[in-house]
Every structure is written in C-alpha cells, then in structure tokens.
C-alpha cells in the first residue's frame, strides 16, 4: 500500500496549519499536555519523532537537553517549515514516510510521534519497527485519534437536540478495525481504525511493555471558557501511550530461570 | 462503602440463574470462550476465583488440572449451589466479598475473576490486595463488563429507527469514572464504570505487567444464526485481561545494574 500524503495537498496544507495555530484547539489544550507528561527526561538522549510535520516538538526536545533529534515526515513542504522555523544544531529533518523507518541505520533512547499513528496501515509492522530502532529499555511515547473517534464508518458525529444541543456520541462499528475513508479539511482521507485490545496486543507482540495510558479530557477551566469542549467528556479526543522496549537479555533469562534470581546471587 | 450483595435478592437471583442457564447468552457465546483462552496451563496449579458464583468454574479449573481451587462469593446463596453442583475434593468455596480478599492467608498461582469486578467500587485497592495474593510471575485473568456498555449514566442503550432497527449505541459520559446506578433484573444496581485507561494504570500501578487484552465479539456464525448479535460490532459486551505479577527481585535488578546482564554472564 502506498503511503499517503495529504499534507503535500494545497487546501489540506493550508487548514492544517491554521488548525495547528490555534492556541484553543484541543490538540494544544488536550494532547500536548498528555504526551509531554509522558516523556522520560530527555537529557543526553537521542530522540526520533515520527511524523514530525513543522518540527515544533522536535524543537522543545531539543530544548528539554535532548543530545540529538531526528524528525521525519512524509512531507517535504511540512519538512522545509521544520528546517526554516525549528532548525538547531542537534536537530536533523529527513523526508522518510514511517513505512520507511526499518531504512533508519541507527539507534534512539526515546521515539515520539504525535497525532499521526493513525494514518498508517500496518501498526504491527511500524511498532516491531520502532522496537528495532530503540536502545534497551528505550522508550516509545504516542498520541494518536481515539478509538472511538476513529471507529464510526461514515465518520466520527454527534446526535444532536433541535435546538443543537449535543446529546450523545453516534457510536458504530468499534469493534471493526480498518481503513475509514473521512472528510477532514479535504475528502478522501484514509485513517485507520484499531480498537484498544489491537493497539495493546500489537505493542506487546512487538516486545514492549505498557507503561503507561492516557485518554485526556479537558479542565474544568477550559470547559467552563468554551463550553463545546464538555462534549469530549462523552467521547475523548486522543489515546496516548508510553510503552518500554523489553530487554531481550533480561527477558530470555527470566523465562528460563527464574528461581536462582536473586539480588544477591547476581551481585 | 458496604459490599453490595444483590445475588441475595429473590428475584435477581432467579433471574440471574435463568440468564445463566440460556446457551444463546453473550456471557457464553463471547466471555466464556475469551476468558478460557487467556488461562495459562493450570495442570498443578493454585487457583483463586473471585466471584465464583455457582462454582461453574471452579469445576473446570479442576478439570484442567488444578491442584487446588478457592472460590469466593459475597452470595451465600451462590454458594450453596456451587458446593451442591460443583463440588471437588480440590475445590473449597468461602463466603468472602471481593472487598476483604486481604484476610486470605495463602498465595496463589492464578487468579481468576468472570464478571464481578465492575461491582466493585474500589478497584486499585483491588487489583493491589490480588497482587498480593499471587506467587511470582502469577497470573490474573479477569473479564468484566465493557467499558463502553459501563459509560453511560442513564445506563447503556440503543438508538432505534422507527422499524426498530439499530442505527448506533448512545455513547455519553465515557471519560467519567464512578458509580452507575442500573436496572437489570431488578432496579438499583450499583456498578462502577472505569475508563480503559484507567484500568490499564491501576493494573500497572499495582505491579503488573499486562500480557493480552480481548473485547470479544460474535463469531460470523453465531450472527447468521441470530442477528441480534450484531449490534456486537458496534460495541462489545465484554473487556478481558491477562496480567502477570512482577517478580520484584528481577525489577530491582534490572533497574539498578542493567548492562551486566547477559545471559553468558549469569549461567
């Protein structure tokens, strides 16, 4: 299957950045919070962030004491944002789509990727992958659409009152997993659909282990300025995971022999 | 907060047990199945039931191999069944709540739990006081009701055409964890509905690591033959977990001095 890549498309360009520049969307009030809370310290470490669009994160990383950052993304025009606005020493952009990332011929501490998991295919395929490209007990921190966002097959809605008013979410198809053709600033995009038992299974498959899962809401505060964020208690926007690349060595010897482990055996 | 013992209650109880009895139930053409599949080889094994009911389980764990079996249930209604139907040299049923599994002076290798923790009121406590209970590595089996049939306060439901076709599942309140008062046999039922997230976390917070997690729903089959069931697909019945208590020793070591081991350098 042939990687998608709306984000070279004029109209999708334009809306995504306006969207990414509203400071009250719920991608800043939401997401951001969530998987920055999830991050190790980034000291001294090599981070790689997945479909990195303008470089934003991949700045901050940098700036939390990160000793080198890799971003890629599928978009040269989001990349040559990235090298104009978010450059820095430590800092490399490369235009390599994560279908693409077994090509990545070095080894990280830490991978991010924001909002853009859910625009590929094969999950089990790119988790095995980034389990590949980290160092032991590395560290693969996500966000991605939330699964019942994603689940609906004519698109994620709301059954509304007359007068507007929401009054729940129109859920269909969850346990469904697969391509869902939406409309999102253009037509014709193609996000995929995996239920929460999928997404954990394929990571443990992959040989991490969970560490960690989150499903932010918005404050009271933030509902209370701009009450169309209360509808988000119903139905979250975003799914966030941190997940620990196991150990190999650790995990082989434990499975063979674990009764003659013991702190004092071993030291 | 008191356990709540509805399995007393006359009318539930017959209810309940005509439930039971039907082989066209979810309960037996989806949890059953998904639950048995997430048990590890019980061939000499210690087995704990939380929740046993009838003892129908119980039964099986011995069957399997089972050194020893425990059921517990608040219901001494339950139980007297269990020990009438399902009685086994290896299998001893006591009159413990869920709540007070603290005061079981005895480890176990697997513990098990077939739709009773969604009763339960505080779960971290619960899944903390299981971890105690099991031996290194033991296993945690347990099935509950779906997060998202949980959700809603006005209890889960269906929105219906005209022709009383299924169109989609009300989804509200999901991100709002707490008690759900619910009719199901009878009025005022107390269940407590928990994100996935928040689920995942205590499980991990308490010393587990998560190895396999199922939303079962009807096989191709089981649809054809009622088509009730497919409403499944929009939002499963069931939510199923296999955790495995942490061996302490191993962690310990692993965080202090991970790059000494190698399985050379041990054996």
Do not use: V
């Given at each position: 299957m042939q990687p998608q890549n709306?984000?070279?498309n004029e109209v999708f360009f334009q809306g995504y950045k306006n969207l990414r520049e509203n400071p009250n969307s719920a991608n800043i009030l939401e997401e951001k919070p969530a998987i920055f809370s999830l991050l190790?310290?980034?000291?001294?470490k090599k981070v790689l962030d997945l479909?990195?669009?303008?470089?934003e994160n991949c700045n901050l990383f940098s700036k939390m004491g990160a000793k080198k950052v890799v971003g890629i993304d599928v978009s040269s025009k989001m990349l040559a944002i990235a090298n104009a606005e978010n450059s820095g020493d430590n800092i490399l952009y490369e235009n390599i789509c994560m279908e693409n990332i077994?090509?990545?011929n070095e080894k990280f501490d830490v991978v991010v990727s924001s909002l853009?998991?859910?625009?590929?295919?094969?999950f089990s395929k790119l988790v095995s992958n980034v389990n590949r490209l980290l160092n032991d007990y590395g560290i693969f921190v996500f966000s991605q659409e939330h699964p019942l966002t994603t689940a609906p097959k004519d698109g994620a809605n709301w059954f509304k009152n007359a007068d507007g008013s929401i009054t729940h979410y129109k859920l269909t198809d969850y346990a469904i997993n697969g391509e869902r053709t939406v409309s999102w600033l253009v037509d014709g995009i193609r996000k995929y659909h995996r239920t929460f038992s999928s997404i954990i299974n394929a990571l443990i498959d992959a040989d991490f282990t969970i560490k960690k899962m989150l499903e932010p809401v918005p404050t009271k505060e933030i509902i209370a300025r701009?009450?169309?964020?209360?509808?988000d208690l119903h139905k979250p926007n975003f799914l966030v995971i941190k997940a620990e690349r196991n150990n190999k060595n650790i995990e082989k010897f434990s499975a063979t022999a674990?009764?003659?482990?013991t702190q004092r055996t071993i030291l």
């Open positions: 709306i984000f070279d190790p310290d980034l000291t001294g479909g990195c669009g303008y470089g077994f090509s990545i853009a998991i859910h625009y590929i295919h094969d701009d009450p169309s964020f209360a509808k674990p009764t003659i482990i």
